[in-house]
């Protein structure tokens, strides 16, 4: 198998909301993953991590997840970060809600 | 039901207003993440997936209809109007907002309840028989002492940082609905010779990572002697326990590694220096408590209408047959409202179910309630003669399934749906099972059989002790679920054996019936049980059900 080339997405919560949010590569925090910016460099994803943990007040809990580039946009690949785009499987609730 | 003093009032609500404090600071950014950190967790507050969840204590599973009304309330204001009951006779809201955590727990000030000591290395919710003072087999009601080592370990300042959590349970009868064994400590009421009461004490049970069956430190504690031996035990764990490694902290490793003898003698011998000083001032406390938990005065009237309907309406019959326990008064019966509706979220209820739930406890069960850790909720004194009409509220609204101790009366755990720590999803799999079965419409046909499933290796699920246990696991990027088989919860606890590889997601539901068809073939006959047949055959009947009968299938 070859490695799988770096990839990844900086991603956190909402500090007041606890919703999921992405960095974008224009410094804002959005709800969709696929507006997020698609890291392919380890050295800036290193420093956009950085830069979105100093924002204590915005964000909680923020890490580098990966990511792909699909056809809309960077999406998730491990199933936790695919659930995390939507919400629950038992009910409408969270994100896809808002897709309804 | 026992009602906070001024001095348990005055603790909560300081609380509350220090935690209001705290979180303002954490949004106008004057606390950062880690400074913030440990304060939600004092608060049973977690970020989890989605959201955050804030996690409720309900000591020892009793509830008030009032309480519960306040629940519904906090579910519609601050939540999307459910919550969801856990297997620590908890209760937990999946969607509140950091900024509103403040008023919710001024909401549960309001009617004595609170969020202390959910999260965090400190004494747990302290969990009870759910049929605690009504079970006709009970010798005594554990609750006051629940209730007793709930003000003890409240705020306790020796074991407030703990080497990790500590849960603790009880039960006053022999047959142990409180899965005793599986806990830090397990008190198993019992009589001794004499008569006299007292409590068999088992430390070291846990599941988990390194799942254990408690070991008996002391055969027979005297009543009176609990809170002194109880605060010698943990004391010696808060010196020997590991605070070096996480995955060795809890009491069954520093009993493992230390040896039970050796536990023992120093407990005892921690007991013998502060027994001295409770000085009888525990007993006068625990006096009082036990004014709070008087029986209900028990009406007297005829239950032939029960008869009457037990006889002829089968709809009625199968719910009597199944979610009905035997109470100590004779005109009595336990009810079990199942939670666990075919194709819904086990221990979910939404604002409108609490509410109804509730009023039926105040018209027909002595305003009491309690929540089960198998996430059901308990009318524990309904005279018999109520029970049809009660039957009747409870069709209405999606709660008189009937399904109590059957294969849909499964516990989950909020898997990788809510809990951060998840590494598969446990709720589908559930939802699927209670579809499926009630599809081949086979489950009163299998008989008592209880299925156990936990999103992670963590197992508040408890499927080492389910009779078919589910781990679910991530392999390799890939939801992948696990089967245990023979665990037990009760007095005659075991840990369940993994029957070998894992099943897909798509392949756990057709495994599990795989397996229940081998079952009904091979008992002996309806009575023999899905767990007696597995003590007879052992596993590898069942291992073939699995494994070959999936290949014969992939072959043909
Ligand atoms: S067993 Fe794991 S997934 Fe389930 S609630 Fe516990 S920690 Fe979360």
Redesign the interface.
Known sequence: MTPRAFAKVVTANDLRIGDVVYLTADDRWTRHHHLAELIEDEAHAQMRLLHAIAQKSVIVGAYLADARQGGRGPEPVHFREAFRTRGPSNYAHGKQADHV | MYNYSDFDDAFVRARVAQFAQQVER????SL??DEFRPLPLMNGLY??????MLRVAIPYGTVSPRQMRQLAMIADTWD?GYGHFTTRQNIQF??P???DVPAILAALADVEMHAIQTSGNCVRNVTADHFAGAAADEIEDPRPYAELLRQWSTDHPEFQFLPRKFKIAITGSPNDRAVTRAHDIGLRMLRNAAGETGFEVLVGGGLGRTPMIGQVVRDFLPVADLLPYVEALLSVYNSFGRRDNKYKARIKITLHETGKEELSRLIEEKFTELRRQFGGNDQRLLADIRAAFAPPVFRTASTDSFDAFYSADPVFRAWADTNLAPHRHPDYAIVTISLKAHGK?PGDATSHQMRLIADLAERHGHSDLRISHEQNIILPHVHKSDLPALHAALSQAGLATANVGLISDIIACPG???CAL?TA?S??IA?QIAQRFKTLDIEHDIGPLKLKISGCINACGHHHVGHIGIPGL?RA???NYQITLGGDGTQTAVIGEKTGPGFAYSEIVPAVERLILAYLNLRLSPEETFLTTFRRLGMLPFKDALYIEKDAHHAA
């Open positions: 954490r949004l106008d950014g950062t993440e970020l989890q997936l989605h959201a955050y999307k999946n969607w907002k950091l900024p979220t990788m749906d809510y998840a999803r709720i589908p939802t991530d990027g890939v939801e």
